[in-house]
């Protein structure tokens, strides 16, 4: 091959030199926001213990994304995807975030470790005591072994998603294709090791919050908001740069048209299984079992768990169904930021009922703050990780491919 | 292939159409834009695999199959709904782990699969149909050339029927496009005689297809002397045993079926804490009696027991009030002046009803009522029932008469007291709280008193626009 490397690419696809000045700025507001709402916490009735709550719903939150947008590339890999070449990087990048986002799971086990049975009752000592259901799952769920845990799958997410983004890199310079060849040989092995740290880490961070409570599909539960969630914000990203003006022509809408189809299929995806999850508990109607779904049927809770039928996925199912609408730019943003509020909100709804038993939901200063906090500090790291590298693979052997892409 | 190997276009061989061939799908794809933009419509393309943007480069318009899966998927999913609530709820209702008979969480499974299948069939069958399939010959398979279109040839076909064919600028038209060759196609004239086997075959594989329903036929009306089938014989002898049976030892080491409660637990709904409800009684007044019972006993007894001893013998009477009164027990001497009328001691009967006394209540304890006490009690309540006329004609002695409920004893207890009748009896009467529940209970409790009252009502009773019926009478 003649080394063109660029080629078929008549596109922008490097920031220019506004993003430095966005990683400081949106990095100093993050830690302003999350500070004020630890302020703002010690005002309130559940004290640090409603930031603690309110900062795993928004980590958890930022998290996911980045975990559904590594799912995503390690996914085209395993299927030597070649359409999607154009927005790979993109998915890249947010799956960089990674090892960022294991220095910020810091303060959930600083609450963990300093803060006794604060966001974690089965950490309190008091409650262990009198309760011999937890007792038995004493072995599982202690401080030590918890942290042990959350280290190895941090590390490992982190490392996956620095791994693919670097090579991915290297071949922009080199254009080698054997990076490519060696990054669909360990995709396999690093979608099952993805599977079981994200099903586990589910499992210590959300599930655990109420450890008399299991559910075996709790982990794909958790999977199939990310990805969704991961692919709205790929969506939303991908439009965000084009009217920047950059890879205006590379991302064309038969991309997009893609993208909504994954889209549909994730958003159905998420219900099947947040059905099927339910359906099971009820029907068997243990109540070890339904506790936790009664919680979120009563008062307040109700209502957001009818928010989220109807908003995850009724709405939406019928929404993305026609092609029209999928290929149409301004609905499927539209849908895509839709999907992302209701993806923090199924977050919020999995977490935030176990603050105070009986409390219905509510939203106040201080998760707003944690929110907008965690939020800006997560754009800044995206926009650090992204660099002055360039935004698509410009010298991945299936570009042309991709860019060529049209759906039949 | 050059064009020298086209065959000879006889005047009998009608063309129907013309076959250009190419060695690319990027060659294909330009190829049709320009048959396209040339104002063809009737055309066809034929490559190994599909080529991306094939159909706008045809412009073959969005096909309505979407819809067609949309209608029947909805359709499968409503059946599936239907379904369920036909056979579970209306035409067979089954109980299953107390679910309601209808309830939508056990019925998405069904309609959802129903959905798919409605949806997966319709595509497929409406691809086939919409695509004029299965079309088991066409001209063109006898082309030598055009097998290749199964690997690596790549066939564009204009039509003779489209409007704009012209043989010769058709011809020149596809030359223009740089392709290996350009072939005219003709209308197949042979003799296509189906192969032999095929009739056969198919009369056979429809004969074979009616042996099922016929057996099913014939099981339906024929009778056997020998036991069924059992499919599934752990559904047909359920392992379940029977209440008071013995159990196999290495189910349960007492061998009992009938599980008792577990130690320290209460079977839901089987609580029954509200003693003015379930018992008729009022706790409170209950409490104060024991409390001035207690009272008297410690001025009478000297030793002074400790208050628990007290409390035990309490008990201890409630549980066996049928126990004959020990005159020595200073307990019963305390007691005396309040079981005045009656052996044992009275409880503190509630006065009002521990339920909202309502219309409803009231007609449902009529209808209580006339099912279970009209029999001894008559309609009225003054004895008059049939099994007692019945059983005074026979005169033998042995009957005693159920009380009228409108004489004075009756009249002045209060329903607490009558409620505790339903319940377990009184004297020769037998206990009917194993027939009724409890809300119907207090019902006929209701009705009794209804019927008191009727015996002593004045006008001022009956509502104004009722008394005008009364009058007439």
Known sequence: MTAKPHAELRDLYHFGEERQRAVRLLGAIGVVGLLLGVIFSLFEAEGLRRFAFTYLVSYTYFLSLGLGALCLVLVSHLTRAGWNVVWRRLAEILGATLPCWALMFLPILGFLLFG???????????????????????????????????????AVWAWLGSYYYRNSRLQDRSGDKELTLRMQKWSGPALILYGFTVTFASFDWMMSLDAHWFSTIFGIYFFGGAVMGAIAALILAAQFLQHRGLLKESITVEHYHDLGK?????????????????????YANIPEETQWFLVRQTGGWLGISLILLVGHFLLPFAGLMSRHVRRNRMLLAGWSAWLLVMHWLDLYWLIMPQLSKGAGPSFGLVDLCCLIGLGCLYASTVLWATGDHALIAVRDPRLAESLAFKNL | MTQAQDPQITPQTKVIGLLAEFDSPDALLAAAERVRGAGYLKTDAFSPFP???????????????????????????????????????????????????????????????????????ATFL?????????????????????LRATTDRFFLMIEATDPKFDLAPTRSLLESLQPLGVEACEADTSPSPMPKFVLPVLVLMGCMALIPPALIARARVTKSEKPRFDTFPDMDYTPGYKAQAPAPTNLFADRRA???PVPGTVPRGSLQDDDRLYRGIDPDQQTAMRLSSQTGTMLTSTSGPAEEAAEEEEIAEEDAPDAAPDPTDPEDTADA????????????????????????????????????????????????????RRALELEQGTWIPPLSLHVDSVLEQPVGQLYHTVTHGVRSMPGYGDQLIVEDRWAIVLYIRALQRSRNASPADVPSDLLETLRDL
């Open chain 2, 337 to 388: 002046p309040m079981a005045a009328e009656d052996d044992e001691p009275q409880p503190a009967w509630v006065t009002s009803f521990p339920l909202p006394v309502t219309r409803e209540l009231m007609v449902r304890g009529r209808q209580r009522y006339d099912i279970y006490c009209s029999a001894c009690h008559g309609l009225g309540g003054d004895g008059s029932g049939l099994v007692s």
């Open chain 2, 126 to 146: 409406g691809m086939l149909v919409l695509n004029g399939l299965p079309r088991l010959a066409n001209p063109l398979f006898r082309k030598p050339g055009f």
């Open chain 1, 116 to 154: 006794g049975g604060m966001l974690f009752h089965w950490n309190d000592p008091e409650i262990v005591r009198n309760d011999p259901l937890i007792q038995e799952k004493v072995p599982y769920l202690n401080a030590g072994f918890f942290t042990v845990r959350a280290a190895i799958y941090l």
């Open chain 2, 258 to 260: 009938s599980r008792p």
């Open chain 2, 51 to 121: 080529i991306h943007g094939m159909d706008e480069a045809m412009g073959i318009r969005p096909t309505g199959l979407p819809w067609l899966a949309l209608l029947v998927g909805m359709f499968g999913g409503l059946a599936g709904l239907f379904g369920e609530l036909w056979a579970n709820s209306i035409d067979y209702p089954i109980m299953v782990s107390g679910k309601p008979f209808f309830s939508l969480p056990a019925t998405i499974p069904v309609s959802f699969e129903l959905t798919i299948l409605g949806a997966g069939v």
């Open chain 1, 262 to 282: 994954l889209l549909f299929g994730f958003v159905f995806f998420w219900g099947y299984i947040a059905f099927s999850q339910y359906m099971l508990i009820w």
